[in-house]
C-alpha cells in the first residue's frame, strides 16, 4: 500500500554521502517508519540491489580499473537495478530507500577520480530513462555530511576496508566536493543532514526532512 499522494509512481528516496558518515543505519529505521504508516517498502542499495548488480558491485568495489570502466561498471549494474526491482516497485507505488544512486557516481568516479562530469551526464541520461521517457531521479535524498578526517576516523579498524574506503582523506574531501556540486544544480531534491552529531540526532534531521515534505507524519 502506498501513500494516495504518490499515486502509482510511489517515492524514490536515496542515501548519500561520504563513506563513513554512517548514512546506512538509517536506511532500515526509516523503513520501519514507513511501513508503521501502511507502506509498502524495498530496501535496497548501489552498487547492487540485484543477482548481477551485486556481482558487478564485488568487481567494481575490488579490482582496480581506470575511471570510465569504474562508471560504466556502476552505470550497468544501476540498469540492471532499475530495470528489475526500482521502477516495478515504484509502478507498485512502494516506498523505495536505496542507499546511494547515481550522485554517487557524479561524486566519486567524476570529482573523486576526476572522470568527465559531461560523459556521466550522458550515461545518467542513457541509463535511467524512465518506461515514459522521462528522467528517473530520486524524489528525495538526503545527504549525510561530516568532515572527511571525523569520517576516516570513524571508519579506521571497523572492519577491512574495500578499493574506496582504503582511500585517502583528500580523495574524500574532492567526493564531498561533488556532491555539493549536485546540491547546487538541484537543491530541491536534496535535504543536507549534519552527520557529526549523536545518531539519535541525525534520526530527528532524518524525520524532520521526510515530515517537511509531508511524506512521513
Ligand atoms: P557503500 O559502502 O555505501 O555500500 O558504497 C559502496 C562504495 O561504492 C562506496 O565507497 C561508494 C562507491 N560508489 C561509487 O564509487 N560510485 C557509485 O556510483 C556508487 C553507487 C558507489
Known amino acids: 500500500m502506498s501513500s494516495s499522494s504518490q499515486g502509482a509512481d510511489g517515492l524514490f528516496i536515496s542515501f548519500e554521502g561520504i563513506d563513513g558518515a554512517g548514512k546506512s543505519s538509517h536506511v532500515q ?13 524495498t530496501v535496497t542499495r548501489e552498487p547492487g540491489g540485484t543477482p548481477l548488480a551485486e556481482k558487478l558491485r564485488t568487481l567494481a568495489l575490488g579490482e ?10 556502476m552505470f550497468a549494474a544501476r540498469r ?9 516497485a515504484l509502478a507498485r507505488g512502494e516506498a523505495v530507500l536505496c542507499d546511494r544512486f547515481t550522485d ?12 568527465d562530469l ?15 521517457g522521462d528522467l528517473r531521479e530520486p524524489h528525495l535524498t538526503l545527504l549525510f555530511e561530516i568532515d572527511p578526517s571525523i569520517a576516516a576516523a ?42 557529526d552529531q549523536p545518531r539519535e540526532a541525525v534520526w ?8 517537511s515534505r509531508g511524506w512521513l507524519t
Do not use: C
Open 154 to 195: 570513524r571508519l579506521a579498524g571497523a572492519r577491512v576496508p574495500d578499493k574506496f574506503e582504503s582511500q585517502p582523506v583528500d580523495f574524500f574531501s574532492r567526493v564531498a566536493t561533488g556532491y555539493a556540486l549536485r546540491v547546487r544544480q538541484n537543491p530541491s531534491r536534496f535535504a543536507r543532514v549534519d552527520a
Open 64 to 73: 582496480p580499473m581506470d575511471p570510465l570502466t569504474e562508471a560504466l561498471l
Open 118 to 132: 559531461q560523459v556521466l551526464a550522458q550515461l545518467e541520461a542513457w541509463v535511467q530513462r524512465t518506461p515514459a
Open 204 to 211: 530527528t534531521d532524518v524525520l524532520a526532512a521526510l515530515r
Open 80 to 88: 540492471d537495478h532499475l530495470v528489475r526491482v526500482i521502477e516495478p
Open 104 to 115: 554517487a557516481t557524479f561524486a566519486y568516479q567524476g570529482s573523486g577520480r576526476g572522470f
Open 29 to 41: 529505521t526509516l523503513a520501519q517508519a514507513f511501513r508503521a504508516q501502511g507502506w509498502a517498502v
